[in-house]
């Protein structure tokens, strides 16, 4: 790959061609799509890194607080997934959430002003980096307890199997649809017991929902091995929940999108749940500081060589051909679509800096418990003393 198609130039990896993947033989879902949308894709990831850059360098500039994971080499992931869906399908995710909010569709204002705590932010600056919630896109939520998500993903799927099953009507008016709900979680959540127990419900039930791991190999500090039984097939772990199981490799989007695509359908159509091992990477440390002592340089370049972006853009720019016979990508086209991303990033900064801070009033808005010191929603229990739960 030349340095044009060099997203990653703001990182330590020399930029290498990538070996191009083994894409599947016989008919892919991909096959059906315009070029227009794998440009999309190819964006929407560029989009996401452009982002995180910009998000570290406002991160060591004191501009936002409290804890900030990266998305950085795992753009593929949530572009690839969130394709497969419609645009009505509920998803919930884990902390590390500015890829799903962009890709669903969040503005990068937005996204940008709730991690500079401003009033603008898709949460009212209230969430932070943890917490991005968007419900027109159907994001219901970064999640930073780990784990914890994934009962909710499976609440968002079993809500909507009841408005077609029992209701026949959808609570937002109009008809029932079948929908599927994707519940991400990281390789750290797999042995949460709130996973399991959504999990035996979701096969017992058969509840449309898929649980998505995007397996980077490392739960902060910890690899997957020393801390999760069969990690090297985690498809047994669906098997014991009489669930589909799917090994997918992350990095590839147009390969993901081709084995993913088909498991959303079927689990659409059949309204059960599934379990995807999606094997990914973070370029990144866990969180703005980690000095990664559990691996090494070599590994992290190994998977810089093999970029989703600098795969994707090699595809469009040499292989997938249009009806002229022509690549659907030139090199001049991608240099403009990085110019427009950096732009709308750079807005994205500028919006969540000018943007007020939320008024003090907003302590009390959007809080499910009472503000009021010692005073009970019944005013039933004034004091401690009086309260039979104390
Ligand atoms: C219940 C719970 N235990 C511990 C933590 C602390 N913690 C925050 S992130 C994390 C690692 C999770 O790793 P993984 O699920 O693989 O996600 P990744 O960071 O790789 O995206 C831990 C242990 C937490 N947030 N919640
Ligand atoms: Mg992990």
Redesign the pocket.
């Known amino acids: 790959m030349t340095s044009v198609a060099n997203p990653s130039a703001t990182m330590t990896a020399t930029p290498t061609k990538p070996s191009q993947p083994s894409r599947r033989s016989g008919p892919r879902a991909s096959d059906a799509l315009p070029p227009e949308t794998l440009v999309k894709w190819l964006r929407d990831m560029f989009l996401i890194r452009e982002f995180e850059n910009r998000t570290a360098q406002a991160y060591q500039q004191a501009k936002i607080g409290g804890f900030c ?1 990266l998305y950085t080499g795992q753009e593929a992931t949530a572009v690839g997934t969130i394709a497969a869906l419609h645009h009505d399908d509920p998803i919930v995710t ?3 959430d500015h890829g799903h909010a962009l890709a669903r569709g969040m503005d990068a204002g937005a996204c940008m002003a709730e991690m500079f705590g401003k009033a603008t932010g898709c949460a009212k600056g209230k969430g932070g980096s943890m917490h991005m919630f968007d419900k027109p896109n159907w994001l219901f939520g970064g999640h ?4 914890a998500q994934t009962p909710l993903g499976t609440g968002l799927a079993f809500a909507a199997k009841y408005e077609v099953e029992v209701m026949n009507r959808s609570v937002n008016g109009g008809p029932a649809k079948k929908k599927v709900a994707l519940a991400y ?5 797999l042995n ?1 017991g709130a996973l399991h127990e959504a999990m035996n419900l979701a096969g017992l039930y058969g509840i449309p929902v898929i649980y998505v791991v ?1 397996n ?1 190999g ?3 500090g910890t690899a997957i091995d020393r801390g999760t039984t069969m990690a090297h097939d985690l498809r047994k772990k669906a098997e014991a929940y009489g669930m589909r199981g799917e090994i997918i490799d992350g990095l590839d989007v147009i390969d993901l999108y081709d084995a993913f695509k088909p498991l959303v359908d079927w689990c659409r159509e059949n309204q059960k749940p599934a379990f995807v091992d999606l094997k990914t990477y ?1 370029y990144l440390g ?1 969180s703005m500081s980690d000095p990664q002592k559990y691996r090494t340089k070599d590994e992290v370049d190994q998977y810089k060589a093999k970029d989703s972006i600098d795969r994707l853009a090699a595809h469009l720019m040499e292989d997938r051909k249009g009806p002229d016979g022509k690549p659907i990508l030139t090199e001049q086209q991608f240099i403009e679509i990085q110019a427009e991303v950096k732009a709308i990033v750079k807005n994205a900064v500028d919006f969540a800096e000018s943007s007020p801070i939320p008024e003090e009033r907003e302590l009390y808005t959007d809080v499910f418990v009472n503000p009021q010191p010692n005073l009970s929603p019944s005013c039933e229990y004034t004091h401690g003393a009086k309260n039979p739960l104390l």
């Open positions: 994971h884990a902390y590390r930073g307890i780990v784990g979680l990281g390789d750290g959540a949460q995007e980077n490392y739960s902060m973070r866990h």
